[in-house]
């Protein structure tokens, strides 16, 4: 029950975002769209950008499921655009009315775990530290995040297609070639 509530709330929210701002939309408007008391709002959520943050992510997840290795990472990342394209006014809109390090934050969490996939499968049996594999997947993290942001701040008008390939082409073997610069073949780790 408690998840059919979030979703109800996640789609009067996208629903009331295609009339108006999300800066304009209250917890009543929200209440009132699905047929629930504000408290019953409050007992799910803190606040309407909770309720976006939680929107996103189980977007993002739901766009993901299982592609975090190094075979299907591009098609884990061509499903995140896919995701951000379908839900564009919601996401343009919700891209206006937040902070950009709020944004940042739900996109670092959401690309990060597909990295470390990758990152950890491609370092599998070498002698790396964790906290260099942490860099390595915050590396790519930053740079997957920011185009990301460039795209949707655009208007997401280029293809993200075209995106997602040369982003592919750029870091082909790099992950691999990087953990190899990194690794530490005489010591125990």
Known sequence: MANKTKQDLENSLKHLMLKKPLDKITIQDLAS???????AFYYHFKDI?????WACLQDARAALQGK??????????????EAVLENKPFILNAYR????EQLERFLFSLTYGLIMGVVEEKSSGRKITEEEKTFLADFYKYSFVGIMLDWIRQGMKEDYREIVERMSLTMHGNITNAISHFEHPDSVL
Do not use: A, N, P
């Open 49 to 53: 950008y909770d309720l976006v943050e």
């Open 33 to 39: 769209d699905c047929g629930i008391s504000r408290m």
């Open 97 to 100: 009315c937040i902070s950009r």
């Open 68 to 81: 975090k290795t190094y075979d299907t990472w591009q098609e884990g990342l061509s499903q995140v655009f």
